[in-house]
């Protein structure tokens, strides 16, 4: 890998900027209150010597610790059609890297900065891109500070990449730098391009909110009070009004706060000046928030015209040196760019502050979701104790590779943390990544796995020695790199320098377990261990069938049994690209059966890319694929982070953290027990623990946050619904009948009825797919199973579809059955005239004959007509006055089919259509009815007939479409 630290030459590159004129090219004046402070859209405007070069921006050459800069690139402003017109920077890439700098940007100290550039990216593998601004003083050859954005690869469509709310905390910050950046990772790419365009920074008052709480999670309601210092506000300004949301972003509750005083102007300074005094600051205060149950708040300040405040985030501040850092595999993402809101503003993507309200609780044993502590030094670990006892976890990933300086007293504080951790019964992994004094002995490539294990074991055993003294007692389970360090396949001998490394640990430590990262489109190994020599090469298992990759991701496939057995060895299962729920589950059943035990690691969605709801809803959905689909670990690679994190990078909850916790806690020591039918069809999976209740989580695609699909089922004696807060509610009775509201996120309900959920699961009907004879009885039969351990006696009844023309025979039957037995009860359904094909929801009542009677209902579907055929219809007015009648004839299956189509209008003439060898697709037809206001109100009925020489008619398909009075 090569490395970034660019520390003599990066310190050239800012003393030839610092030679330019300090006129810099795309300032502008920023108003009272801030605004757009420079602008630079990298058309030719931005070129007024015509030499392709941007006026007053500079650029890095040189070799720095194996990274070469060229000046042979040729960066040139070129055209190229964007969103924002005819021109854009053009970097083609030929090996090495490249940094570009722009002019110096006065700033105010203080004040807050934003900056936002759009790239497009094509043709990379391996160079990352990204953006930085740094903080400089007048005369000032290092920078002070530097912010770092996201790190992208491929885009291949215009992305945006921005730094949000860099604070000029720093007395003596006078100007601000912003570079672009593309470095290689573990290679380099020698082609491919990126471009750049519509950069912008912005300056905007600070504003800083802090609670009574330092984590911002609070364990009770009451007491919680938000305090505001607001800096370089406009000085027209006399109060703001702060607001208090939900997860999303629905307004709870609001408090206007006056000023105690005006605030004063900060004066604009020019780079060489000495900093100016900055005007007193405003504080503001709200005391006693309105909270009153368990959940993830955020509040924003809105000033007096209506215009939601922009807060002073803490980013992720990167030291100098780390300015153009070593490039971890970032998850690339892509997004199309959106013409109506093109232009980045601060203020619509404000950082608020967010706090937690949640219920203590005890951390879960042996259960699988844990976090990866990765990157955290000793005493930011520790300040994070109390957080991981409320965190829902039962794994932890720990840095442990502690320097050769480490004192006694910092083992002592170590080894305490792992004993508490072990009281809690949090399971702990140990992070082997290398502390410095062993990665700068490394002269040439990187510093990842690879390079280090591939050094004599002279060179870095001698720190692990001392970390397996101090910790080996307390941690078994070692990990070799971080969750996104996959370079250890690169060893010229794994197994053997694994081997190696296995018995090196042996030495200073009693069986231990050893994994590291791993790619998931990569041949998982089979075992880690290399083979006795009276034993046999092992061979790798056949690729799972399809039908167990293809299968649904919620449904639990048989298990492939592993060739190793008794394996101690772990892979952590990771990739560039975000999986769907589906892929997570394909890429699971397809790892399955090595011996090697499978952690995961879960990279939530962008938090810039997709909305609230949908990266909740995806998070919460791949804990439960891997859950069903036997992950051994699940992981959070990077908790912390400002838009992939649970929480933060400031260490203050996110809007994924809750919903984290409450699905680890309720799934933990739960195994699968499949779904069930409900009457709205909403999703559904259960999970049972060891006795007789279980816990359900349900969703429903078709629903939005606002209007919740209603479900009305029993589901037990004593059920509670808990929202992914952890919010508690008793769900209300309709007669014997539970009502759950659904929506597009998960909820759980708990205590569900095992007993019930069998009888549901095991009534089986022998056809689904019923001809559509009229007048003419179907035959059929029904199969109860009883799974329970009880005998089961009672009476079942069949509740028709809600529309006429369905008979039963019979009606009601009385069945007994003993425990593990069956019993089948043929039965007949009978559609008249009125009965319209296709699938139709329909309801079984079961009453039981017990002291305590118990009532519920089975919910089923039957498809009359074709199966694999269907026909939609939907009407509309013209402007002649005309009823239109759209049809849509859909063959889902492979055989081709003929139909002949009638269209019977009430007291008019028919009309007719033909579908002719039609397979798996679609036919669109439009019939037009005169004098269309006389039918609203009418039902239409339509009738299709297969055609041709002996044909089914038992597959004809018969609707009927009540056109619907319009105003």
């Known amino acids: 890998m090569y490395v970034k630290l660019l520390t003599a030459t990066f310190i050239f590159i800012f003393t030839i900027t610092a030679a330019i004129s300090q006129d810099s090219v795309g300032l502008l004046p920023s108003p009272d209150g801030g605004g757009l402070l420079f602008s630079f859209p990298f058309d030719m405007n931005c070129d007024a010597d015509a030499d392709g070069w941007p006026d007053g921006w500079s650029r890095m050459s040189g070799v720095d610790s194996g ?44 004040l807050t900065y934003s900056a936002s550039v759009y790239l497009n990216s094509t043709g990379l593998r391996y160079d990352n891109v990204s953006m930085n601004i740094s903080f400089f003083s007048a005369n000032g050859e290092r920078p002070l500070r530097t912010w770092i954005s996201e790190k992208v690869t491929n885009t291949n469509s215009w992305k945006q990449l921005r730094i949000l709310q860099a604070v000029a905390s720093m007395p003596d910050a006078a100007y601000a730098v912003v570079g672009l950046i593309i470095l290689p990772s573990s290679r380099q790419d020698f082609s491919g391009e990126v471009d750049f365009v519509h950069l912008q920074v912005f300056e905007e008052p600070t504003i800083q909110f802090s609670t009574n709480n330092e984590d911002h999670i609070f364990r009770s309601p009451s007491g919680i009070d938000v305090h505001c210092k607001l800096t370089g506000v406009a000085s027209s300004m006399k109060s703001v009004t702060f607001a208090l949301e939900d997860t999303y972003g629905k307004l709870i509750a609001q408090r206007k706060a006056d000023f105690p005083s005006a605030p004063t102007m900060v004066s604009r300074r020019q780079v060489n000046d000495s900093p100016p005094t900055v005007g007193s600051s405003v504080n503001v205060v709200w005391a006693n928030l309105p909270i009153v149950s368990p959940g993830f708040y955020r509040v924003r300040l809105i000033n007096d015209n209506g215009t939601v405040m922009s807060p002073a985030a803490s980013n992720k501040i990167e030291s100098p040196i780390r300015t153009v850092s070593t490039i971890s595999d970032d998850t690339t993402s892509t997004s199309t760019v959106n013409n109506d809101n093109i232009n980045y503003s601060p203020i619509t993507d404000a950082k608020p502050l967010t706090l937690v309200y949640l219920e203590p609780s005890v951390p879960p044993v042996g259960g699988e979701f844990g976090w990866s502590m990765q990157g955290f030094t000793l005493p930011e670990l520790l300040k994070k104790q109390s957080l991981l006892g409320d965190a829902g976890i039962s794994r932890v990933k720990l840095p442990t590779w502690l320097p050769s300086k480490t004192t006694p007293a910092d083992w002592h504080s170590l080894k305490d943390f792992c004993l508490w951790l072990t009281r809690r019964r949090i399971r702990m992994t140990g992070l082997l990544e290398a502390p410095p004094e062993v990665t700068n002995k490394i002269r040439v490539g990187g510093k990842d796995v690879a390079a280090v294990f591939s050094q004599p074991h002279e060179l870095w055993f001698p720190t692990l020695e001392t970390m397996l003294t101090q910790l080996s007692l307390l941690v078994r389970e070692w990990q070799i790199g971080t969750d996104e360090d996959r370079s250890i396949r690169e060893l010229p001998a794994m197994y053997e320098t694994l081997d190696l490394i296995r018995k090196l640990f042996n030495t200073a430590a009693y069986d231990v377990t050893l994994g590291f990262g791993w790619d998931w489109t990569w041949q998982l190994p089979a075992t880690f261990k290399l083979n006795e020599p009276d034993k046999p090469e092992p061979v790798l298992p056949s690729p799972p069938s399809p039908d167990v990759v293809s299968a649904d991701p919620l449904v639990q496939t048989p298990p492939i049994p592993p060739v190793v057995i008794e394996s101690r060895e772990f892979v952590n299962l990771g990739s560039n690209l975000t999986p769907t729920p589906q892929e997570f589950a394909y890429e699971l059943r397809r790892s399955e059966g090595t011996g090697v035990l499978r952690y995961i690691s879960i990279v939530p969605l962008s938090r810039l890319d997709y909305r609230v709801e949908d990266r909740i809803r995806d998070l919460v959905q791949r804990m439960i694929v891997a859950k069903i689909n036997r992950a051994d670990a699940v992981f959070i690679p990077k908790p912390f982070d400002d838009d992939y994190g649970l929480m933060n990078a400031d260490g203050t909850p996110g809007e994924l953290f809750l919903a984290w916790r409450t699905t680890s806690q309720l799934l933990n020591a739960r195994r699968w027990a499949g779904s069930i039918k409900m009457p709205n069809r909403s999703t559904n999976v259960i999970f049972q623990g060891a006795g007789s209740t279980a816990v359900m989580v349900l969703w429903n695609d078709s629903a939005a946050i606002d209007k919740p699909v209603e479900e009305t089922l029993y589901l037990g004696t004593n059920v509670e619904m808990v929202d992914l807060n952890g919010a508690k509610s008793k769900l209300p009775l309709t007669g014997r009948q539970h009502m759950v509201s659904v929506g597009p996120v998960p909820v759980f309900v708990t205590g569900i009825d095992m007993d019930v959920t069998k009888w549901r699961q095991q009534f089986q009907l022998k056809n689904r797919v019923i001809p559509s004879y009229v007048g003419k009885p179907n035959a059929n039969e029904w199969t109860f199973v009883n799974d329970t351990p009880n005998g089961f006696a009672g009476e079942l009844t069949f509740v028709a579809p809600e529309e006429n023309g369905w008979r039963f025979n019979p009606h009601k039957e009385r069945f007994t059955t003993s425990m593990n037995e069956s019993v089948t009860k043929p039965f007949t359904i009978t559609l008249a005239p009125e009965a319209s094909s ?110 041709g020489a002996g044909a089914p008619q038992q597959d004809q398909l018969r609707y009927h479409v009540t056109v619907p009075k319009e105003d």
Request: proline share 6%; aromatic share 8%; hydrophobic share 30%.
């Open 67 to 110: 990274v070469n800069f060229s000046q042979n690139i040729q960066i040139e402003i070129r055209e190229n059609p964007t969103p924002f017109g005819r021109n854009s920077l053009h970097v083609p890439l030929s090996g090495g890297g490249v940094a570009i700098f722009s002019p110096h940007i006065p700033i105010r100290h203080g």
């Open 838 to 947: 296709g699938r139709h929801p329909f309801q079984i009542d079961v009453r039981r004959d017990a002291e305590e009677m118990v009532s519920f209902s089975i919910y089923d579907e039957l498809d009359v007509g074709g199966g694999d055929l269907s026909m939609t219809f939907m009407t509309k007015m013209n402007r002649r006055g005309e009823l239109e009648l759209h049809q849509l004839f859909t063959n889902d299956g492979d055989t081709s089919v003929s139909y002949d189509i009638t269209v019977y209008p009430p007291k008019r003439p028919t009309l007719t259509s033909r579908v002719n060898k039609l397979s798996n697709g679609q036919v669109k037809q439009v019939y037009a009815l005169k004098d269309g206001k006389e039918l609203q109100g009418k039902t239409i009925r339509i009738v299709a007939k297969p055609t």
